[in-house]
């Protein structure tokens, strides 16, 4: 220590005793208590000052801290009562440890009334200070609280709290002063409050304890307040941040994205804060590129301390364009936060030229700005203008950087949203273009459709399709394919194809999903050789229905059962053979045969109908039941029916693919069949059968045509094919069909004739005058088929 530094060594006795008790150190302040000299005590044991050998009360070996009174010896032989500070010091450098102990020898008795020191406890203490009666009326302050009152004690003495601050915080704060008061008990409290015209409000711990005299009565309270500002708003601040980081990005939307920013910064920071976002191009490509003014923005959210935001000159969902000098378009052009202030004239070329704008800056006594882009992964998307108008303090340095840590929590949260938005916009327009835009109007049955994409998981691999087949008879299909995005679409579109290709060729059910299943198969393979993550897999219901016998031939791969309405009867899961989902291979698929009554109800579906996070499958399943037990007639009814039943907020958690069809039956005296013998010149009878059948039908205006393909058909099968042989005409009101089958595997093909061939044109002519044919394989041969369309009447 230096010689100059004004400490008086002699007004502290101190020594320092080994942990060995053995005395190390003893200054010129012990020396003046007891009389010792240093050379008569360093280096002997401490015990030999102790009175009679009996030193009391001793620290123990773990104690940091020791006091007590102790009976020490003086030189002269006389004892003296000592009070003792005693310290317990680790070693420092491995050594052992020791004992420092001190105790004053000067300081005891009353100050003087002139003392300057016993006044400069209440009056220069650093600390605000105020003494209130049992009045509360003020009777001191020092000059700090005068200071942060702004008045001079002399004026203000004599009032209330309440009114020298004239504010809800003052009488607030005297409240606390009067249960001080009554209860004798000292109380904190924190207040955030301007004081003494100060143009910020400033945080306080006011701590108010009760002032007794001698006799322990309360005769006043006694106010210190402690400013904590910087600690305050740093603690604020966090928590602010730590608020924006839970309550901003809850969901994969812009809009909503974008008004939770502004939610978590009103009233924290700003009184009115708005976010206007850049277009994307019509490309659908992120903004990109510097940015020039003007920069046309559109409002997407805002937020103000005032109900309804009456203060908004744009409102959301509309476009504006910002001129050079607003401060949307030049923190943009710049790339960073500006703030502007009405009273520094920043604002004054940006408010010149918009009249609407600067009146609503005067009316509502706009101060400052502070415009931060929206920037994230080197993209600027937007811009976030936060206002102050009820609050007099400016923007200070720190808001500055709570607003751009806000905001670029916020930027990354709403990137997220736009890409999944273009994503999932992306995919819903190939989800839909791939779905059927309508479903065929077919006599076997009547059938209508819902799609409801996922809300969260985004566009996924659902899918469903009515497929007209040959002989009147209709395919019903539901898929899903495992996985969302543009690829579960696009495998789904895939899957679609094939199983119209595949249902083309008249596959039975559980055949079709065999192929299909190979088909899954190899998508897996090739998926893995391209590094895809994970396989293809899906799940699929296939069911083909024949009005004419009123039979439907289901089977499924891993997917939901239909629910099936016989008219007059009760709903009921169609009991079918589970089967593998697609994917697996090599598992065989069973196939169910149920004839169906007129009029009968199916109900297709994917699992997102029923599943859901807040109920069971089972409950789901009632829910479909009950749901498509009140149909009432009209399929469109009740389809929004069930989608309101199981998905009443009109949100799927996972895609919802619904199908509800009505089965029809063809009457009797529709079909007509002939048993044809193996005899070339029986053609001609049949021929004339076949023009009387159609006469009764009331379709003569067909027999020409229907004759020539009938007699090529049979004329074939009788060439080529084997016995039995059978035709069949059906027809509805749109569409003549005509079947001729025989026990021969083998099917026709068309080729084309030379030109002194004598055969070779009999199928050409058929596909000639016919919308379409083909062949189908059956389990006793095959069946040769044609379809003519018949002229309305009308």
């Not at 000592?82 to 105790?103: E, I, K």
């Not at 937020?303 to 409102?315: F, I, M």
């Not at 065999?514 to 050789?529: I, K, M, P, Q």
């Not at 239909?562 to 196939?591: I, N, R, T």
């Amino acid at each position: 220590m230096s010689p100059d530094y004004p400490f008086d060594d002699a007004a502290t006795a101190r020594a320092v005793i080994a942990c060995d008790g053995t005395l190390t150190e003893w200054n010129s302040g012990a020396r003046r208590l007891l009389g010792w000299d240093a050379a008569e005590v360093v280096g002997r044991p401490a015990a030999r000052l102790l009175a009679h050998g009996d030193a009391g009360p001793v620290p123990a070996p773990t104690e940091v801290r020791w006091d007590g009174t102790v009976a020490l010896r003086l030189r002269d032989g006389r004892t003296v009562s000592v009070w003792l500070l005693a310290h317990h010091r680790r070693p420092q450098d491995g050594g052992p440890g020791h004992w420092l102990v001190v105790t004053p020898l000067e300081g005891g008795g009353p100050a003087a009334p002139d003392d300057p020191l016993a006044m400069a406890a209440l009056l220069q203490s650093p600390c605000a200070v105020a003494v209130y009666d049992e009045r509360l009326r003020l009777r001191r302050v020092n000059d700090a609280m005068a200071k942060v009152i702004g008045l001079p004690e002399e004026r203000i003495q004599g009032l209330r709290a309440s009114e020298i601050g004239g504010k809800t915080q003052s009488a607030e704060l005297e409240e606390e002063m009067l249960r001080v008061l009554l209860s004798g008990r000292a109380q904190d409290v924190q207040t955030y409050t301007r004081t003494g015209g100060e143009d910020r409000a400033h945080a306080w711990l006011t701590r108010m304890a009760p002032v007794t005299d001698t006799e322990g009565r309360v005769r006043g309270v006694c106010m210190a307040a402690h400013d904590f500002t910087d600690n305050y708003l740093a603690r604020q601040r966090l928590q602010l941040v730590n608020e924006a980081s839970m309550r901003i990005g809850t969901t994969l939307d812009v809009a909503r994205t974008a008004q939770e920013l502004v939610d978590v910064c009103v009233p924290a920071v700003a009184d009115f804060v708005s976010v206007d976002l850049l277009d994307p191009r019509d490309s659908g490509d992120e903004p990109s590129g510097p940015l020039t003014a003007p920069v046309e923005l559109r409002r997407v959210a805002h937020q103000s301390v005032n109900p309804g935001s009456p203060e908004a000159v744009v409102k959301p969902g509309e476009a504006h364009a910002y001129p050079a000098g607003s401060p949307q378009a030049d923190s943009l052009v710049v790339g960073r936060t500006i703030v502007a202030s009405v009273a520094d004239g920043d604002l004054d070329q940006w408010l010149a030229w918009d009249e609407v704008r600067d009146r609503w800056v005067r009316e509502h006594g706009v101060h400052c700005t502070m415009s931060v882009p929206i920037q994230a992964r080197g993209t600027t998307l937007g811009v976030a203008v936060l206002t102050r108008f009820r609050r007099p303090d400016p923007f200070t340095s720190d808001d500055v950087l709570l607003a751009e840590d806000v905001t670029a929590r916020a930027a990354v949260c709403i990137d997220n949203a736009r890409r999944f938005s273009r994503e999932r916009e992306t995919a819903l327009a190939l989800q839909r273009s791939l779905l059927p835009r309508t479903l065929p109007r077919t006599a076997a049955l009547t059938a209508v459709s819902r799609y409801l994409p996922a809300a969260r998981a985004g566009v996924g691999g659902d899918w469903f399709d009515v497929i007209p087949l040959s002989g009147m008879r209709v395919a019903m299909v539901v898929g899903d394919v495992v996985g969302h995005g543009i690829q579960a679409s696009a495998t789904m579109g895939r899957l679609r194809t094939a199983v119209r290709t595949l249902a083309d060729i008249d596959l039975a059910p559980d055949e079709l999903l065999t192929h299909l299943d190979d088909l899954v198969v190899r998508l897996s393979e090739d998926a893995d050789g391209e590094g895809s993550p994970g396989e293809v897999g899906a799940t699929c219901l296939y069911a083909v229905y024949d009005p004419v016998s009123r039979r439907c031939t289901l089977a499924r791969a891993g997917h939901p059962p239909p629910v099936m309405l016989p008219p007059g009867g009760a709903p009921e899961q169609v009991d079918l053979p589970g089967g593998p989902p697609l994917g697996l291979g090599g598992l065989p698929f069973e196939s169910t045969e149920l004839h169906l009554a007129e009029g009968t109800v199916l109900a297709f579906y994917t699992d997102g109908l029923i599943e859901s996070r807040e109920r069971d499958v089972g409950v789901g399943h009632r829910l479909l039941v009950d749901a498509l037990a009140a149909h009432t007639g009209s399929l469109d009814v009740t389809c929004d029916r069930i989608l309101h039943a199981l998905r009443p907020a009109g949100v799927a958690v996972d895609d919802v693919a619904l199908l509800v069809a009505r089965t029809q039956g063809l009457p009797a005296s529709q079909v007509a069949t002939w048993d044809i013998p193996a005899d070339p010149a029986l053609v001609a009878p049949i021929r004339k059968q076949v023009v009387e059948q159609l006469a009764t039908w009331g379709l003569s205006e067909a027999a020409f045509t229907t004759e020539l393909v009938v007699s090529e058909l049979v004329t074939n099968a009788i060439r080529y094919g084997s016995q039995p042989i059978r035709l069949r005409l059906i027809h509805d009101a749109t569409t003549m069909i005509c079947e001729v089958s025989d026990t021969s595997h083998t099917a026709p093909h068309l080729r084309r004739a030379k030109t002194w061939d004598e055969g070779g044109r009999g199928l050409l002519l058929v596909a000639q005058l016919t919308q379409r044919w083909g062949s189908r394989h059956t389990a006793y041969g095959k069946t040769i088929w044609a379809e003519l369309a018949l002229f309305d009447e009308e």
